[in-house]
């Protein structure tokens, strides 16, 4: 069965420019989630969707941060403009919705962003 | 105050060592506790669920105490592949999301 899958893996953009980044979560995982990770820190939840609603987009910067994630399926995550701080690991991750708290959340392998 | 601290480490032990993790979280509702590991460059994988009875899986143990809000990993017999990082995490009450400690690093020495 095929992981969570992101691209790019790797993006360099100069600071002002948009970036945008694409996940395609794991096929039947009804919740995805954007988090963002910095060196040396895990990492920190952005936005979660329940199929193709917003659920939790309480730490997400709305000023240059928008999300979508059309038909419940794939998503994708967008920064315009970029800051010299946004530089970091974005990951993407997708579980089943499930009872309790113990669904496993899936990692995808995450875009690495440098702004220069 | 962070919501889930850890010892950054690193913590550097030869083949064979036990060696052991501790975390704690300040939200006293979470309901669920887990361990990741992420290995350089890699993204989080999970290593085990953290029950309040304890559990067990191979060589790794994690144990939690409520009343503390502490939770261990301890690693016994430790490989040269346990070396990564170790992620302390909670999903707190009403919030479907993890919250992760900063993480610990672990270098196994031959």
């Known amino acids: 069965e095929a992981g969570v899958v992101q691209s790019p893996r790797y993006k360099i953009i100069e600071k002002k420019q948009p970036v945008a980044f694409w996940c395609n979560p794991i096929?039947?995982?009804?919740?995805l989630y954007w988090y963002l990770q910095n060196l040396g820190q895990g990492p920190e939840l952005l936005i979660r969707?329940?199929?193709?609603?917003?659920?939790?987009d309480s730490q997400l910067p709305k000023d240059r941060f928008s999300a979508e994630r059309l038909k419940g399926v794939d998503s994708t995550l967008k920064i315009q403009p970029a800051e010299l701080g946004d530089s970091a690991v974005y990951l993407c991750?997708?579980?089943?919705?499930?009872?309790?708290?113990?669904?496993?959340?899936?990692f995808g392998p995450g875009t690495r962003l440098t702004v220069l | 105050r962070k919501e889930v601290e850890q010892d950054p480490g690193p913590f550097n032990v030869p083949e064979g060592a036990t060696v052991a993790f501790n975390c704690t979280y300040s939200?006293?509702?979470?309901?669920?506790f887990f361990w990741y590991r992420q290995d350089c460059r890699k993204e989080p994988k999970l290593l085990m669920s953290v029950y309040s009875s304890g559990n067990e899986d191979g060589r790794f143990t994690a144990q939690l105490n409520r009343a503390s809000q502490y939770i261990s990993l301890l690693i016994r017999d430790s490989k040269l592949s346990d070396s990564a990082t170790y992620l302390c995490?909670?999903?707190?009450?009403?919030?479907?999301?993890?919250?992760f400690g900063s993480g610990t690093r672990l270098q196994v020495q031959p």
């Open positions: 995490v909670v999903y707190p009450t009403g919030r479907r999301a993890l919250t």
């Open positions: 096929s039947g995982h009804n919740t």
């Open positions: 991750a997708s579980s089943s919705l499930g009872a309790g708290g113990r669904d496993e959340q899936f």
């Open positions: 969707y329940e199929n193709e609603e917003a659920v939790d």
């Open positions: 939200n006293s509702a979470s309901q669920s």
